[in-house]
């Protein structure tokens, strides 16, 4: 059974740093790019970040590009996400996702529950 | 970046009827075009892939079709679970945006 499990978010004030994980199981993470993909509060889904399967393609959205950095271990089946230079826009719900095959421009066919981020001062 | 306009952005029908939810993109995406369903409280569910390939374990009675710029989803009998929020993806080019999202209510 795929498991994508966050970790990592909690309440951090404007201008720090906060780094997510994603632990994943039940697949050959290697063989897979990831995403991530978050919610603010009572909005519709953003696509944030997605690394392909060895690192080698990455993309990010405008609104992080600079100050988030998306990256993987494979031996150690782990998504991260480093978010820079918190802003209160940032303030959501971060969904890792699994995509279909090794290319992150690929669909998401698994995702987990979420980690939540708040920057507040 | 290309934008992703979906409507409408909620509707209420009841169970059984036919439901039609449109996606539209700013420029030709070909059919690099996902749906997804959430739910309240859940993470998103992904029904559609390709424009119009159903995903693994979905009801038949969604399906996607267009191409280029327009796009439709459909749910032929809605029943009870489908009672959702439904987003649509490009992912022809980065970023991989989302559409705004169409929330079916029940009527």
């Known amino acids: 059974e795929v498991q994508l499990v966050e970790s990592g978010g909690g309440l951090v004030q404007p201008g720090r740093s906060l780094r997510l994980s994603c632990a994943a199981s039940?697949?050959?993470?290697?063989?897979?790019?990831m995403h991530w993909v978050r919610q603010a509060p009572g909005k519709g889904l953003e696509w944030v970040s997605g690394i392909s399967y060895n690192s080698g393609s990455i993309g990010y959205a405008d609104s992080v590009k600079g100050r988030f950095t998306i990256s993987r271990d494979n031996a150690k089946n782990s998504l991260y996400l480093q978010m820079n230079s918190l802003r209160a826009e940032d303030t959501a719900l971060y969904y890792c996702?699994?995509?279909?095959?090794?290319?992150?421009?690929?669909?998401?066919?698994?995702w987990g529950q979420g980690t939540l981020v708040t920057v507040s001062s | 970046d290309i934008q992703m306009t979906q409507s409408p952005s909620s509707l209420s029908a009841s169970v059984g009827d036919r439901v039609t939810l449109t996606c539209r993109a700013s420029q030709s995406i070909s059919s690099y075009l996902s749906w997804y369903q959430q739910k309240p409280g859940k993470a998103p569910k992904l029904l559609i892939y390709a424009a119009s390939s159903l995903q693994s374990g979905v009801p038949s009675r969604f399906s996607g079709s267009g191409s280029g710029t327009d796009f439709t989803l459909t749910i032929s009998s809605l029943q009870p679970e489908d009672f959702a929020t439904y987003y649509c993806q490009q992912r022809y080019s980065t970023p991989l945006t989302f559409g705004g999202g169409t929330k079916v209510e029940i009527k």
């Open positions: 996702a699994k995509a279909s095959s090794g290319s992150y421009d690929l669909p998401s066919d698994y």
């Open positions: 039940g697949f050959t993470f290697d063989d897979y790019a």
